[in-house]
């Protein structure tokens, strides 16, 4: 395994990391302990969950516990600001809920610390500041190591770095944005970015939702079982005319380079610039040793040109 800066810290991240959002809901008790441990054996260390995954609260249960007595083994990562339940105190970056939200996942992992705490999405209501300022607290008090974001637009981060700098705040090391060779939008901007504040980028979906395995074929139905078959608006945007025509041009390269669909997803990844951690999901302990084993390729600079063309809209 591989380990990585996180941006300009001193944290060091395993180059594949576990997505959590299966635990709880797609994944009981005992086969997220199944994954985590596996993980562990091979190697992986940064561990990604949210405050909302897992039906509200129960990734971040299942993980505290599945971790045990090897926590301070790992980079525990967490989220907050999507709802949480009804009404308007349950949900956002103020102050009033940064506080509860982070105590609330302070207790469900079973920790007295997270290693990364990242804001969810950018919320507009709220004042930067005061996010960042109440962010800072939690590092003073001991409660977070580390700070980050998740889906903010490349504006959103530099405000945010241009405050914490101001201000002498703690800043964020990270940002957490959907990439993958079918989703390839933050290149544009939040990547020159992230470059520009070496700001570490932890891409999330890096398989598509599964469809960069292969598993769906034009004009037919998503197996049973799949996130494609149970979420109706993900299935819209991904299974498309145009998606599918860069999905036949990616099989015909692997199967002339002698590799798998998902080795070349993870590892085209594994070598962008700024890239962290790979942040990927596993519904079993064999898919997630295929995810570590998949980053091993290194592509030559002929072959990352020839999927950039045949990737890029």
């Not at 810290?9 to 797609?26: D, E, I, T």
């Not at 090897?70 to 970056?93: C, H, I, N, Q, T």
């Not at 299935?235 to 145009?242: D, I, S, V």
Request: overall charge neutral; aromatic content about 8%; some cysteine.
């Amino acid at each position: 395994m591989e380990y990585r800066s996180l941006g300009n810290s001193g944290l060091k991240v395993s180059v594949v990391g576990l997505g959590c959002n299966n635990f709880g809901a797609r994944c009981d008790a005992e086969r997220t302990r199944a994954i985590v441990h596996r993980a562990l054996d091979e190697g992986v260390t940064f561990f990604d969950t949210a405050d909302m995954y897992g039906n509200r609260g129960g990734s971040e249960e299942l993980l505290g516990r599945s971790l045990g007595s090897r926590r301070s083994e790992v980079v525990v990562a967490s989220k907050f600001g999507w709802e949480m339940g009804d009404g308007p105190y349950l949900r956002g970056a103020s102050r009033r809920y940064v506080m509860r939200a982070c105590e609330a996942s302070l207790r469900r992992l079973g920790t007295d610390y997270i290693d990364l705490y990242q804001l969810h999405k950018f919320d507009s209501e709220t004042p930067q500041e005061e996010t960042l300022e109440a962010l800072a607290d939690l590092v003073h008090a001991g409660k977070v190591r580390y700070i980050g974001c998740s889906n903010f637009a490349a504006w959103q981060l530099a405000e945010a770095l241009g405050i914490s700098r101001e201000r002498g705040l703690p800043a964020y090391i990270s940002a957490q944005n959907e990439y993958s060779l079918l989703e390839r939008r933050i290149e544009s901007e939040l990547i020159p970015a992230c470059r520009h504040f070496n700001v570490g980028i932890l891409p999330f979906f890096p398989l598509a939702s599964g469809f960069l395995t292969g598993k769906y074929r034009q004009g037919a139905e998503p197996p049973k079982g799949t996130r494609m078959a149970s979420m109706q608006a993900i299935a819209t945007r991904t299974l498309t005319e145009g998606n599918f025509a860069i999905l036949a041009r990616l099989e015909e390269f692997v199967r002339r380079c002698g590799h798998t669909l998902v080795e070349l997803a993870m590892s085209w990844l594994a070598m962008q610039p700024q890239v962290s951690s790979v942040i990927a999901g596993a519904t079993s302990p064999e898919q997630l040793s295929e995810n570590v084993r998949a980053v091993q390729w290194r592509l030559s600079a002929e072959e990352l040109a020839e999927v950039d063309k045949l990737t890029r809209r």
